[in-house]
Structure formats: structure tokens, C-alpha cells
């Protein structure tokens, strides 16, 4: 008898043991909203950041980032919460029962499971080290490094099968200083020391101090997706109404064209005349005088107006001046109160959700450097742009614009020599000109990375792209009946960085794939120039 209890009391003390040893994500709270924090400490910045998430310190400031894709909380009621939410987080990280012992060098090729990693030391990662999921996405990694944790130039955490950064922890008790071009993969907690990230570094995850500075030098950080995040969709999009028809239109004001400019959608104006447009280039209807079909358009187009312009904004941009710049939005409304120069590349990047919604409001006029682009990303489309001006638009040379503008009370007047304005161009008084351009407005999706296309609604069984998930290769199969000219297919990770581009030849075309790590990607099935299919891809490498 006292054989068989000693014998199940040892199971059950060995069941409680491996239970406990577990890695099971710690309670983040709101600090999981944080992409840079400090409990107490300065959050900095130099150059050019890309920052998807809040920003902020409880006890400090936040200085020189630009514009950030979150919102920004110095020693306010959100950082507050924030301070005490990390504090649970580091806890349940430092109270931990480890389970694997590794030696204080990480990287160089090494694989690890999920488990809790005690490193008693300061730390260095050199090379890659890759975290192996085993197919289980639930799969947690938490490392506790004693002292200062430090990256080697061009180190990088990998993560296949599965593996996800949301599940990805580093307690650190020490200074972490991340060399130039490190890929870093989960959520740091630097108790009581700095954290540094330095020129070229990517940061698909936190970094979060308890006391210390953060400071960073243009870098690209993101928050993980994943792991119970909520989808972003944004606001609901404005009904357009009779606009909806309409690619160039003025309520108040002379509509005119010099050159040639193809327009797909409706031409005119509710007050003046419509000149210069030619009707050979033109699919849609062209309004030389007003009539009943301006007159609606213009009172739906108020109505749009009157809503967007009355909707909360989300994110405020705090540089319109600094627009651009390789910056990337996710769904939001976000905005700018002052005049908005779009300088170089906007990123609008959907997340994988084709409905999601952007509204930008500027809260003054709007201009572009020559070249500018807005690029739509992981299924973004213009139908689901929407821009708010209160002011002149100005889009200057081979410009490619998306999305729906709608200026309140100021001139569009300069749609300049080679623009390509995916959407619309709206404005309730002013003079709207244009020379030279192209521009298309449907409410079929339009898609910015390639210049002046439409994309092409057919059948979901033209394309299937198997299996998917993936391990190390896909097939793409296409219909029998479907006639291939110049088709691709480009893959982006979830940065909207492209990671593949295969030419399309043959109905059937396997497509090796184990250089992709283990995460979600997103595809575009290109054909005769014309989109044909865009989606969703899961790598388990």
C-alpha cells in the first residue's frame, strides 16, 4: 500500500513538474500595443524609422521619430497602464522554471524546440538561430539571459514550422545592443538596462524596458501578428453614392484636360464647364455642361465628405511635412493636421484582409515629390482608400497615386504629365485640371504595384495554388481553358517585401519554397497584365 501511494504521489509530482515547466506566454496586457517602451527611461530615435505600434515612456520622453504608425504616450494614463502591465510580464517570464540550459552563445545555425532557456550570463547571437515550432503554432520560446544580451552584425532569428514571434520571449537582465542588420524575432524585456537598435536592424516583435533608455536608428519594427491580435479592418468606408461613377469631378468649378489622358469612370462638374477631355480616351461619360447626374453626384459627394470629415481618427501623424518616406500604414484613420507633402513611397498594407479600410485626413493641402507612389500591399486595394484634403491637391510628374480623393474647397490642379491615379479625384469647389494622366476609377479593385491596371474578377477555380500550407514547395494549377500570356506570380512576406517572383509558362508549375521561413505570406497571380487572383500563404518550414 505504501509503495503504490509513493508511486502515485511521485507521478503526480512529476506531472505537476512538467506542467509548470511548460513555456506558456506570459500576460502582456496593454503593453502588448507598445512597439517601444520604457518604464522609465528616454525613448529616441535618429533617421528614418519605420515603426508599426505605440511609443512611449512613463517616466521621460519620446523624441525625434517622425511619423509613427501608433500612437505616441509619454507619462500619460496609457503608459501608466502600460508600466504596470510589463511589470506582471517580466515577472511571470522571471519566474519561469527552466528547462533547457543552453551555452551563452546563440546562433550559428543552431534549431531549438520550444522550452524556457536559462542562460545564467551575458549573451551574444551570432549567425542564425532558428526556432522549430514542430508544426505546433502554439509553440512558446521564452529565454532568460542573466546579464547583457548582444547581436553580431547580419544575426538573425529564424523561425519555421509554425514558430511565431508573437510567442517569442528574451528576459534580459542586462544593457541588449542589436548590431547593424540583426533580424530580431519576439518580444524583448530589458529589466533595469537599455535597449539599442542600430542601422538596418528589423524587429518583428517589442522592445520593452523597465528602466532604461530605448533608443533606436532607422530601424524597421512591426508588431507581431497572430496569437489573439485582433484583425485590423478600419473605419467604414463612406458611401460615394452617384460619385462612385465618376473619376474626375468638381461640385463648383471648370473641369479641364491638356494632352492625352485616358480616364476610365465619369467626367464633369456640377457648376462650369468640361474641356479637353477626348472621348475616344475616355470609358465612361463625358458632361460637358451640368445636368441631373452631376447635380446627384455632387450632393452624394457632400455627404461622403460631411462623414469622412466627421470620423474619429485613430493615429495622428505628426510630421505631415515628413509624409512618405517608406513609411507603412496599416488599416486606420489616421491624421495629419497640417499641409501633407508625400515624399518618395506611402505603403498601405492590409494584413491579408482585402476589406479593410484606410481614411487619411489632412487637415490642409496635399502635394507629392515627382515619382511619388502610394503601393497597396497584402490585398489593399483602392476602392478602400479614401483621402480627406482640405485644401489644393497638387500630383506632381509620374506620380502613381491610389484611393479615392475627396478636397474640400481647394483646386485639384495639377494631375501632372504621367500621373496614374488609381481611384478618384473629387473636390466640392474648385478648378480640377489635368495633363497627361491616366486614371482609373471602378468599384472593381485596383491594384498600385503595377501602373494603370485593372484587376480582373474571375472564377476562383481559374488559379489553386497547393498545398497551402506549405512545407517545401507549391503547385500552381491553372484551368485548363485559361490562356497564359506573361503570367507571374510574386510572393510578399508580411511587410509587403516581395520574396519571389516565378514566371507562370505551363498549366501545372511547381514552385520550390523551403528558403521561406515559417509564417504568413501573401501572393498576386499576375496574367496578360491584369490581376488575376490575390491571397493568403502559410509557410511551415
Not at 528602466?211 to 512591426?222: L, R
Not at 512618405?324 to 498594407?349: E, F, K, R
Request: hydrophobic share 45%; glycine share 10%.
Amino acid at each position: 500500500m505504501k509503495t503504490k501511494l509513493f508511486s502515485l504521489l511521485t507521478a503526480i509530482t512529476l506531472l505537476l513538474i512538467t506542467t509548470f515547466s511548460v513555456a506558456q506566454a506570459p500576460n502582456l496586457g496593454t503593453a502588448a500595443n507598445f512597439i517601444l517602451f520604457s518604464t522609465n527611461g528616454a525613448v529616441s530615435n535618429t533617421g528614418f524609422s519605420h515603426l508599426t505600434g505605440n511609443v512611449g515612456t512613463n517616466n521621460g520622453s519620446s523624441t525625434a521619430f517622425g511619423n509613427v504608425n501608433g500612437g505616441m504616450h509619454d507619462q500619460d494614463g496609457t503608459s501608466a497602464q502600460c508600466s504596470a502591465d510589463l511589470l506582471i510580464a517580466y515577472n511571470q517570464l522571471n519566474a519561469a522554471i527552466p528547462t533547457f540550459f543552453p551555452s551563452n552563445l546563440l546562433g550559428n545555425g543552431t534549431i531549438l524546440t520550444a522550452g524556457i532557456y536559462s542562460i545564467p550570463s551575458a549573451t551574444t547571437l551570432n549567425l542564425d538561430l532558428i526556432l522549430d515550432a514542430q508544426n505546433n503554432p502554439s509553440s512558446v520560446f521564452i529565454f532568460q539571459i542573466g546579464g547583457a544580451f548582444s547581436t553580431n552584425a547580419g544575426s538573425k532569428i529564424k523561425l519555421v514550422n509554425g514558430a511565431l514571434a508573437c510567442n517569442v520571449f528574451w528576459k534580459v537582465e542586462g544593457l541588449v545592443d542589436m548590431a547593424a542588420g540583426t533580424t530580431m524575432r519576439g518580444t524583448v524585456i530589458a529589466n533595469n538596462f537599455a535597449i539599442i537598435l542600430n542601422v538596418g536592424d528589423t524587429l518583428e516583435g517589442r522592445a520593452l524596458s523597465t528602466t532604461g533608455a530605448v533608443t533606436v536608428h532607422g530601424v524597421m519594427a512591426y508588431m507581431p501578428i497572430g496569437c489573439g491580435s485582433p484583425e485590423l479592418i478600419g473605419p467604414v468606408a463612406p458611401n460615394l453614392g452617384a460619385a462612385a461613377c465618376f473619376a474626375i469631378f468638381s461640385s463648383a468649378g471648370a473641369v479641364s484636360n491638356t494632352g492625352i489622358t485616358n480616364i476610365t469612370g465619369d467626367i464633369g462638374t456640377n457648376v462650369g464647364a468640361t474641356t479637353g477631355f477626348d472621348p475616344l480616351l475616355v470609358t465612361g461619360t463625358i458632361y460637358p455642361i451640368p445636368n441631373g447626374s452631376t447635380a446627384q453626384c455632387a450632393a452624394d459627394l457632400l455627404l461622403a465628405y460631411n462623414y469622412i470629415n466627421t470620423l474619429p481618427y485613430d493615429i495622428e501623424l505628426r510630421y505631415p511635412a515628413q509624409f512618405g518616406n517608406d513609411l507603412v500604414l496599416t488599416p486606420h484613420t489616421y491624421l495629419m493636421n497640417a499641409a501633407a507633402t508625400l515624399t518618395d513611397t506611402v505603403t498601405l498594407n492590409a494584413q491579408g484582409n482585402p476589406d479593410a479600410v484606410f481614411v487619411i485626413q489632412i487637415n490642409g493641402a496635399l502635394s507629392t515629390s515627382v515619382y511619388s507612389k502610394v503601393k497597396l500591399i497584402n490585398g489593399a486595394q483602392a476602392k478602400n482608400v479614401y483621402w480627406k484634403v482640405e485644401g489644393a491637391v497638387s500630383i506632381n510628374n509620374y506620380s502613381v497615386f491610389c484611393g479615392t480623393i475627396i478636397c474640400n474647397n481647394g483646386a485639384l490642379g495639377a494631375f501632372n504629365t504621367g500621373v496614374t491615379l488609381n481611384g478618384r479625384a473629387l473636390t466640392t469647389t474648385g478648378a480640377l485640371t489635368t495633363a497627361a494622366i491616366q486614371a482609373i476609377a471602378s468599384t472593381l479593385p485596383t491594384d498600385c504595384l503595377t501602373v494603370g491596371i485593372n484587376e480582373l474578377q474571375l472564377t476562383n477555380d481559374v488559379i489553386t495554388i497547393y498545398p497551402n500550407p506549405f512545407t517545401h514547395f507549391t503547385m500552381v494549377v491553372l484551368n485548363d481553358a485559361f490562356q497564359i500570356n506573361n503570367a507571374e506570380l510574386s510572393i510578399y512576406d508580411v511587410v509587403g517585401k516581395e520574396v519571389l517572383l516565378k514566371n507562370i509558362s505551363q498549366q501545372t508549375t511547381s514552385i520550390e519554397l523551403s528558403t521561406l521561413a515559417s509564417g504568413i505570406y501573401f501572393y498576386k497571380f499576375v496574367n496578360n497584365n491584369k490581376i488575376i487572383k490575390t491571397g493568403k500563404l502559410v509557410s511551415q518550414n
